[in-house]
């Protein structure tokens, strides 16, 4: 009896078991231990829906993917109709323009990726022991969809490299693009890190440490159950600054936090500036099994240097400190470099329906592609490293 093969699609995740998900989204976790990549857990995934950050006016309408192979689940995607471009962090407003200014319909596109999430991860969930199969049918059945219901394209962002790989194999296009993250070369400690940069940026670094930590007040770090629902007042405050600033409107709603204060607190680190028991500033960051995440800051009060005390060299301490193997601190800022963020590649894949229009994107990302290439290059070597670090 030959193996039955049914992709099917989901407007919302409560149509999924959790279970099921999170055997393909995270199956090292199954047992209680800690998932590689706390986006694309279900429950991360269900705070975005049930907060009302997606859906809705958002212009993130969910069409999840699910795989089954004889009634059994075995792969699933995280995928959504996009009615704009924000909340992407790969930028394509320059192909939405063209396309349009050509006589084309841009929106809606289709959406593989993990709301408002700039970090690599794994698009294409799967079961382990169905990783070929799974792939094939969560592509062909997204690419399906797009061609089916007339949108202009399908974006699979921030995914691994080895997805890349698959994708462009599979005719789809292939972008590179880069963030800067941070190394854990077996550090015993944060001076042992210093101890590999170069004298100047190693001064450099202690001097703005201590003009951080001298700011009037106290640093501390929660996780887990040391993070009460008050700190997500104060942070939401420290939230909305920062998105209103960024993006002119906060892309997470205040729900979001009391949620995650319910499933999601145990995946998230809080870095958070007090000054006379009052809190001022703080970091959000995501932890998985191998990496910590830098994704939120904000203040209501500015101080020298403390933007990158809590959201670079606090991380550090904790990756450190728990044996994680890097820090992703989110999209762009070559100030990073400076504080032992190095330049990295990250990975995204296009599927474009008009050929003509397929044809100038791909030809665009060659020269792209090479200009990314040589940047890489010439941030890493003025890097601060006496030696560049191997993980």
């Known amino acids: ?4 093969i049914e992709v099917q699609i989901h407007p919302t995740l409560s149509d999924i078991s959790a279970s099921d998900w999170d055997a393909c989204a995270c199956p090292e976790a199954v047992n209680g231990g800690r998932p590689f990549d706390p986006f694309t857990t279900y429950r991360f995934l269900k705070a975005l829906e049930d907060s009302g950050s997606v859906g809705g006016t958002s212009g993130w309408h969910g069409r999840y993917l699910t795989v089954h192979k004889n009634g059994q689940m075995i792969a699933a995607s995280p995928l959504y109709v996009k ?17 349009e200014n050509a006589g084309g319909n841009y929106y809606p596109k289709l959406q593989m990726a993990v709301p408002f999430t700039p970090a690599t991860g794994r698009r294409f969930l799967t079961l382990p022991g169905f990783e070929a199969e799974g792939r094939s049918a969560l592509l ?4 399906q969809l ?6 202009s394209s399908l974006h699979i962002t921030f995914c691994t490299e080895d997805e890349a790989e698959t994708g462009a194999h599979m005719g789809l296009l292939r972008r590179v693009s880069q963030q800067f993250h941070w190394l854990n070369n077996g550090y015993s400690d944060f001076d042992a890190f210093l101890a590999s940069l170069a004298a100047r940026k190693r001064k450099n670094i202690r001097r703005e440490r201590a003009t951080a930590q001298g700011f009037g007040g106290t640093i501390i770090q929660l996780s887990s159950d040391e993070i009460q629902p008050d700190h997500w007042n104060a942070f ?20 979001f936090f009391d949620i995650a204060q319910e499933t999601l607190r145990d995946d998230i680190l809080l870095v958070l500036a007090l ?14 099994a191998e990496t910590l995440y830098g994704r939120y800051w904000g203040c209501i009060e500015d101080h020298p240097a403390l933007h990158f005390e809590l959201c ?16 992703e601190a989110g999209a762009q800022g070559e100030h990073k470099l400076a504080r032992g963020y190095l330049p990295v590649q990250t990975h995204s ?18 020269a792209e592609a090479k200009a990314v290439g040589r940047e890489i290059e010439v941030l890493t070597e003025y890097g601060p490293f006496k030696t560049i670090p191997q993980v």
């Open 312 to 327: 670079y060299y606090q991380a550090i301490d904790f990756a450190i400190e728990h044996g994680l193997k890097r820090v």
């Open 275 to 288: 000054e006379d028991g009052r809190l001022i500033a703080g970091a959000l960051n995501m932890i998985g």
């Open 83 to 99: 009615s704009h471009s924000q909340g992407e962090y790969i930028f394509d407003f320059n192909w939405a323009q063209a396309f």
């Open 1 to 4: 009896m030959s193996a039955q």
């Open 140 to 143: 062909q059945g997204a690419v």
């Open 236 to 255: 939401w405050q420290f939230y909305q600054d920062t998105g209103a600033r960024k993006w002119g409107t906060p892309y997470l709603t205040r729900a």
């Open 146 to 151: 797009a061609a089916e219901n007339k949108l």
């Open 349 to 366: 894949l296009h599927w474009i329906a008009d050929e003509g229009f397929n044809h100038a994107v791909s030809q665009f990302l060659d």
